[in-house]
């Protein structure tokens, strides 16, 4: 079993910047591609960024592409989210993922759907 563990979520103002992290255990971490999926309320889970597990292919959601940054340290068993000139609309909790095969979709998209393991969540709150 692989546990998740995110951190790094809290107010910003929009315009802002935050930098979430997830520290992951219990497996070999080098073997996960690594994502981060958002949820708001009324809201289905969607897929934001995805890192293949050797760091050399990253993906994005149109919505984020150019001001978020996933990357990942496999020596610290973690992996990162940048997000830069933050949106009243990226308000959500954010959600670590780990599986050995996301089910990738249009070239880039994740679903959120049968990955094997999720974190509990951090919240991010983006002021107007």
């Known amino acids: 079993q692989v546990r998740l563990v995110e951190s790094g979520g809290g107010l910003v103002q929009a315009g802002g910047s935050l930098r979430l992290s997830c520290a992951a255990s219990?497996?070999?971490?080098?073997?996960?591609?690594m994502g981060w999926f958002r949820q708001a309320p009324g809201k289905e889970r969607e897929f934001v960024a995805g890192?293949?597990?050797?760091?050399?292919?990253?993906y994005y959601a149109d919505s984020v592409k150019g001001r978020f940054t996933i990357s990942r340290d496999n020596a610290k068993n973690s992996v990162y989210l940048q997000m830069n000139s933050l949106k009243p609309d990226d308000a959500a909790m954010y959600y670590c993922?780990?599986?050995?095969?996301?089910?990738?979709?249009?070239?880039?998209?994740?679903?959120?759907?049968?990955?094997?393991?999720w974190g509990k969540g951090t919240l991010v709150t983006v002021s107007s």
């Open positions: 993922s780990a599986d050995l095969a996301p089910d990738i979709s249009d070239g880039s998209t994740w679903s959120p759907y049968g990955i094997a393991y």
């Open positions: 219990g497996r070999t971490f080098s073997n996960y591609a």
């Open positions: 890192i293949r597990r050797s760091g050399t292919t990253t």
